[in-house]
């Protein structure tokens, strides 16, 4: 992957939830090795429970990352993120609501 940037989200249950927007490289985002690579570092409990993919990194006007505007481009649907998983894939959050809409996250399992 390119570049990652987490933030934080209304949740509410736990108050907020901690969400990672992943900037892919070409080559794409290897989910398991990004997951491995996670759970070698920090606890479980701080681990994102969501992964986006982003268009583009949420930037400032003077270039510096912007983690309120992730948050803002969440909660609003902003077409600039969106669920890292193909159509087939179960949806990478694990909270029992969750702040997208229908178009934006991966259909469920059956």
Same mark, same amino acid.
Request: positive net charge.
């Given at each position: 992957?390119?570049? +990652?940037?987490?933030? &934080? +989200?209304?949740?509410?249950? =736990?108050?907020? =939830?901690v969400?990672?927007?992943?900037?892919?490289?070409? %080559?794409? +985002?290897? =989910? /398991?090795?990004l997951?491995?690579?996670?759970?070698?570092?920090?606890?479980?409990?701080?681990?994102?429970?969501?992964? /986006? %993919? !982003?268009? %583009?990194? $949420? /930037?400032?006007?003077?270039?510096?990352? #912007?983690?309120? /505007? !992730?948050?803002?481009?969440? !909660?609003?649907?902003?077409? =600039? +993120?969106? &669920?890292?998983?193909? $159509?087939?894939?179960?949806?990478?959050?694990?909270? #029992?609501?969750?702040?997208?809409?229908?178009?934006?996250?991966? $259909?469920? $399992?059956?």
């Open positions: 992957m390119a570049d +990652v940037v987490v933030t &934080g +989200v209304p949740d509410p249950v =736990r108050g907020q =939830r969400v990672a927007g992943v900037l892919p490289s070409p %080559e794409g +985002v290897d =989910r /398991l090795r997951r491995a690579g996670l759970a070698g570092r920090l606890a479980l409990a701080k681990r994102p429970q969501q992964y /986006l %993919e !982003l268009q %583009e990194l $949420p /930037l400032t006007g003077n270039g510096k990352l #912007s983690r309120q /505007l !992730l948050c803002k481009w969440i !909660l609003e649907g902003d077409n =600039r +993120v969106r &669920g890292l998983a193909d $159509p087939a894939a179960p949806c990478w959050c694990r909270a #029992s609501t969750c702040v997208f809409t229908a178009r934006q996250r991966p $259909p469920r $399992p059956a």
